[in-house]
């Protein structure tokens, strides 16, 4: 940071929803097509952004001291100005190389420090990693990977705005972000999970959804299903599900018994400012034990009811499916293993305007993210125009053929 975080503010708690999350990164990387700062060397002009970029960075970090910090015992975070790390590198290729390339997020990969994303870096590392990568068409990436200790998908979005907001106008710019720590979750130490699994077994594909194939389904969901106005996110999470359990079932005599999670966006729910940063998330489930239970209309109806039972008071305030995490962990086992073979797991941030983040060049051509090691993952975003999703698959190498 550029300036030294006070004594008042050197310890930030985190609450029982943080120390639920390992300590893995949120990696996003923002593509900007035509950057052109002035009529200079490639090399210089790298160099003019990076410098640009890093000043900016540290100006944010006085607003944003947790970044900053070292993690400690799964408790708090020691806002003790260690930094964040900034690096800058050239790439021998055009970004259309990347953007157009057939397997997207190996691609985007390029643009993040190597073996950095998705890591999960308990002690001793950097809670925010940033790079800046200039392709040999004058276009840029800016990649950011954030600690999930911290804070969640609209913590990153508020962060990397204020950054932008730094880096095009610091003379204006005034940042107030508010840390809730353990203020709205309590504090209650437990054993952080882990949800790294083997890279070398997991696949990641891309899949498109056109806004036009998006609105016919679900006007076919909301007829057979009885769910009004179904939105984007429950119909393609549906189909991803039942996709996913269908693979996995190609193989055997009888259906797999699939649990499918979701984390949920609570700030509407406890009133919280737009400027709130940490993981103020609720999670549902829901669950598929015969083929009935993965029939489209079924499938959404489940997601609806789990959405309306979550934003109630008490489920937010002390979730029961995190608490039965809690309590398999203590005792040694993963969580769910008895009842389910397959965990599948949805984050979601459609309608989070990634696409409208400016550091100065214009909006970003495409938001992306990197390969993951993950298994049964699913991970939605929008499209730049169009209303579409851009869904991130993590499956297990012999079961993405089937899926596809």
């Not at 940071?1 to 503010?9: E, F, Y």
């Not at 002009?45 to 000043?55: D, G, K, M, R, Y």
């Not at 390339?101 to 390029?110: K, L, N, R």
């Not at 298994?375 to 993405?400: P, Y």
């Amino acid at each position: 940071p550029s300036s030294l975080t006070p004594p008042t503010l050197r310890y930030h708690k985190l609450s029982y929803i943080d120390q639920f999350h390992s300590n893995m990164y949120i990696p996003l990387a923002f593509f900007y097509p035509k950057v052109q700062q002035r009529e200079e060397s490639t090399d210089n002009e790298l160099s003019h952004i990076a410098h640009l970029l890093q000043t900016s960075l540290s100006k944010t970090l006085v607003s944003y001291y947790p970044y900053a910090g070292k993690l400690r015992d799964n408790a708090i975070v020691d806002c003790n100005d260690m930094g964040a790390e900034f690096l800058s590198v050239r790439i021998n290729c055009t970004m259309s190389e990347i953007l157009d390339h057939p397997d997207a997020s190996q691609a985007e990969s390029i643009v993040f420090p190597k073996d950095l994303p998705w890591a999960n870096n308990y002690e001793g590392g950097n809670l925010l990693v940033a790079q800046v990568s200039k392709f040999d068409c004058g276009g840029i990436a800016i990649s950011v990977c954030l600690s999930h200790k911290i804070g969640d998908g609209t913590s990153v979005l508020n962060f990397v705005n204020d950054w932008s907001r730094m880096t095009y106008s610091p003379m204006t710019t005034t940042l107030s972000p508010k840390f809730v720590g353990d203020s709205i979750f309590s504090s209650n130490p437990i054993i952080a999970p882990q949800m790294l699994s083997n890279v070398s077994e997991c696949v990641q594909k891309r899949i498109i959804f056109h806004k036009t194939k998006l609105d016919a389904l679900r006007a076919k969901v909301a007829a057979e299903s009885g769910v009004e106005n179904p939105t984007r996110a429950e119909v393609v999470s549906a189909i991803l599900f039942r996709c996913a359990i269908k693979a996995a079932s190609s193989t055997t005599t009888s259906m797999v018994p699939s649990k499918f999670v979701h984390f949920l966006n609570v700030r509407s729910m406890m009133k919280c400012r737009p400027s709130a940063i940490g993981n103020i998330l609720s999670i549902f489930s829901t669950t598929a034990t015969k083929e009935e239970d993965i029939e489209l209309p079924t499938l959404v109806r489940n997601l609806r009811k789990g959405v309306e039972e979550s934003y109630k008071k008490d489920q937010v305030e002390q979730n029961e499916l995190i608490l039965e995490v809690v309590e398999s962990m203590r005792k040694g086992k993963k969580p769910f293993d008895e009842e389910y073979e397959n965990v599948y797991s949805c984050s979601n941030v459609c309608r989070f305007p990634f696409y409208n983040v400016d550091f100065g060049w214009g909006k970003p051509e495409r938001v992306g993210l990197p390969n993951g090691p993950f298994k049964n993952l699913f991970f939605l975003k929008d499209l730049k125009i169009g209303q579409g999703v851009d869904a991130r698959v993590m499956l297990q190498k012999q079961h993405m053929s089937e899926f596809e």
